[in-house]
């Protein structure tokens, strides 16, 4: 049997975290069993589907390097896969079921059931469709026929258990009492939400459906559906639902959830990929740090947890740091490119310079915009001062001394190399009789405006003496416009 799965989000929002992590496990499992990969998009509620919303959608997709065999833009033998152009089927597929009795017109008023519902709701009683229309005699259904009468398409639901051995929570089972004749195709002809998915996911050849457990209640009205229309149903596994780190549902309140900030965020899709398939799922041991390749190759259903997955955002963060580390220079700086652009930064064209730039930032880098910030005081002009930076190293009365030996050492160490600079401001220090962090502090907010940079002597080799020595100015005039405050008090 060859597998075929799919992912079939709802373009009514963007590729949420969610729906990325439905979308991954479906495209790993594909890929470790060499099956098919679909993706469908089920855009029939008009009213909030979008094209952006779908353009958005694949952008995330391809973001993340899902691909997908079959599907919109690649086509394939089932086409078309935007549930929209697919609705005739599902009409047609209601009218068999009207025609081997398993489903049965409904010309019940819309208004009437929801007063009836909204009394048995006040008096807290549960409410169930009273199937007065299955009870129409030959007659009074011909009558009503004969009349125009519109009517919606009511399932007719069997007694007896629906089961089904879910592969992430077991067996399950339902008592079909316990469900109402639901409707599969509306008054106005649009089909359902059950009718659609059961009615597609059979033309498709669909094996096995990975979705949230949002979907776990529908799918015994969908087992019963593939039942009535002859299709032998695929597996089904619901994934557990990703939580905030309050255990909360995870939403907007939480932070970034579409795809696509966390790209303009800054996260790379390697880490994002690996991130995402340890939502729930894990390959045993306590392997963290996965391939896509090794992914693939590790993939099972029987690895996704019943629990609910936390997304940690501090762990994405560690995982994102540890890909970035892990980036030539040269990749590094063509990912950073547009980065750097929004930013307003032209790195330039030294492309020497900039790689040694990026390999001394690397190591603390957690975001590709971390760059961003870190790198603005090696490629601008003049260096601003941050008022932490300020306050602990600038405010003391030996800041200006320690300029003033600064400037004089660095001026003529030769050649410009962090080990030499390193031996000369030691040396320094020394002969002042002051610890030579005192000077390292004060050089580096001289040269980065900041408390922490890359190691000074490195900072200081790859800004060269002409740039070194420009600092220093800026630093002692802006020190000697301290100065009168300072002696006033
Ligand atoms: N379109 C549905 C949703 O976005 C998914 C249906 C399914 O996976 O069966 O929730």
Redesign the pocket.
Known sequence: MTIRVRF???PTGYLHVGGARTALFNWLYARHHGGTFILRV?DTDVARSSNEMISGILEGLRWLGIDWDEGPEVGGPFAPYLQSERLDRHREAAGRLVRSGHAYNCYCSGDRLRQERERAEQAGAAWKYDRTCLALTPDERAALEAAGAPHAVRFKVPSGLVRFDDQVHGPIEVDGATIEDFVILRSDGVPTYHLS?VVDDADMHITH?V??DD?ISNTPKHLLLFRALGVEPPVFAHVPLILGQDKKRLSKRHGATSVTEYARAGYLPAAMVNFLALLGWSPGGDRELMTREELVEAFALTGISGGNAVFNTEKLDWMNGQYIAKLAPENLATLLTPYFAEAGLAPGGDAARLSRLLGLLQPRAKRLTDFIEQARPFLEDAVTYEPEAERKHLSTPTAATHAGTLRRVLADADPFDAATLEGVIRQAAADCGVKAGDLIHVARVAMTGRTTSPGIFDVLELLGRQRVMARLDQLQAHLSTLEPTRSRE
Do not use: I, L
């Open positions: 079939a989000p709802s089920e998915v459906v979705r949230g979907h």
